[in-house]
């Protein structure tokens, strides 16, 4: 089972909005709503931001926006904000032998 | 409020075996099944595998084979992921995980357990 695909960074500047993409198969991104972003500052567990596509949890901004279509996802942080700063996973759900895979994750630099 | 709170730092010789815990507390232990997810030092993240609490069924990822195994004890609300053989390679900081309402996604997060394996 192959990781996810990412790119490896995104910038902007403060104000700005960027979008993290997130490329699977069918087997993973393509068929299933599971599929969920974490934020991770350095140091410091993962932190949930996104689940089932396109949902956020309770107390996480609504800056960031969630979004798929095929076999990509997407995450939008909208109104860059320096505490942004952190790298950025995502995760299927996979219909495969092994039940879950992460994304080979993102560096989000605020400029 | 949701807990997991996972055991100290180990150092381990190659070859050796190490076992981590997690304990839960701030909702039904048996309820919702605990992932383990490990990263290695500036890597990604990668899923190891998923135990039921309930019955103790599991799941874990082919990259393993026949090395790691995840046990619980509901009656500490513990679960335990013991890796064996280990490897230079399996350095890395392990983190056990649970899902949401419905058992999906990465919802609570241990604050992660960090293994050395060195000469």
């Known amino acids: 089972q192959s990781a996810l695909t990412q790119p490896a960074s995104v910038s902007g500047s403060p104000g700005q909005s960027i979008t993290i993409s997130c490329t699977g198969t069918s087997s993973d991104v393509g068929g299933h709503k599971h599929v969920s972003w974490y934020q991770q500052h350095p140091g410091k567990a993962p932190k949930l931001m996104i689940f089932d596509v396109s949902d956020r949890p309770s107390g996480v901004s609504n800056r960031f926006s969630g979004s798929k279509s095929g076999n990509t996802a997407s995450l939008t942080i909208s109104g860059l904000q320096a505490e942004d700063e952190a790298d950025y996973y995502c995760?299927?759900?996979?219909?495969?032998?092994?039940?879950?895979?992460f994304g080979t994750g993102t560096k989000v630099t605020v400029l | 409020q949701v807990q997991l709170v996972q055991s100290g730092g180990e150092v381990k010789k190659p070859g050796a075996s190490v076992k981590v815990s997690c304990k839960a507390s701030?909702?039904?232990?048996?309820?919702?099944?605990i992932s383990w997810v490990r990263q290695a030092p500036g890597q990604g993240l990668e899923w190891m595998g998923w135990?039921?609490?309930?019955?103790?069924?599991?799941n874990y990822a082919q990259k393993f084979p026949g090395r790691v195994t995840m046990t619980t004890d509901i009656s500490t609300s513990t679960a335990y992921m013991e890796l064996r053989s280990l490897r230079s390679d399996d350095t890395a900081m392990y983190y056990c995980?649970?899902?949401?309402?419905?058992?999906?996604?990465?919802?609570?997060w241990g604050q992660g357990t960090l293994v050395t394996v060195s000469s």
């Open positions: 135990i039921s609490t309930d019955n103790g069924n599991t």
């Open positions: 701030g909702y039904t232990f048996s309820s919702y099944g």
């Open positions: 995760s299927s759900y996979s219909s495969s032998t092994t039940l879950y895979v």
């Open positions: 995980t649970r899902g949401g309402r419905d058992g999906y996604n990465f919802w609570y």
